[in-house]
């Protein structure tokens, strides 16, 4: 398995690993259908682009960028505010990366990007917002 595959399953499990107390569905490379019936909250993590942006010759070490693309929705309830929802979520999604051991012991450095929202009206049901960021990590292949 690739160093790159490690990374996204050491993601993938961390969230699968609080997907059950925090009432969401996980999916990855997904297209999402916004005609859902039962899920109110859902998290798709993409297989990011990397790029190498050093390399050691001696012994060969390339230090690689990594970006994986994320994407939060949630629907819209009549009795929450869906940006005060979608905010409290993102900050658990995001903590839980952050503090995941197993990733932080593939990588050398994690950041966010900021994310951007919009919100997706289907034609039955009620409206999603979606939240959108990517996930920046850093990491030595060798």
């Known amino acids: 398995m690739t160093k790159k595959e490690q990374i996204m399953q050491a993601l993938y499990n961390g969230l ?14 997904k297209e999402v259908e916004l005609e859902l019936d039962s899920e109110d909250r859902l998290v798709n993590v993409i297989d990011g682009s990397s790029d190498v942006i050093d390399t050691i010759l001696s012994p060969k070490i390339e230090t690689i960028q990594l970006e994986i693309p994320l ?3 949630i629907q819209e309830e009549k009795s ?4 005060i929802e979608l905010d409290s979520f993102e900050e658990k ?17 994690l950041s966010f990007t900021q994310s951007e929202t919009s919100l997706l009206e289907p034609e039955n049901g009620a409206a999603f917002k979606l939240s959108s960021f990517n996930l920046v990590v850093v990491f030595d292949d060798n």
């Open 16 to 29: 699968e690993s609080i997907m059950i107390a925090n009432k969401f569905i996980l999916f990855r490379n």
């Open 71 to 73: 994407e939060l929705y």
């Open 80 to 83: 929450k505010d869906i940006n």
């Open 93 to 109: 999604i995001r903590s839980t990366i952050k503090n995941n051991a197993d990733l932080n012991d593939l990588i050398k450095d």
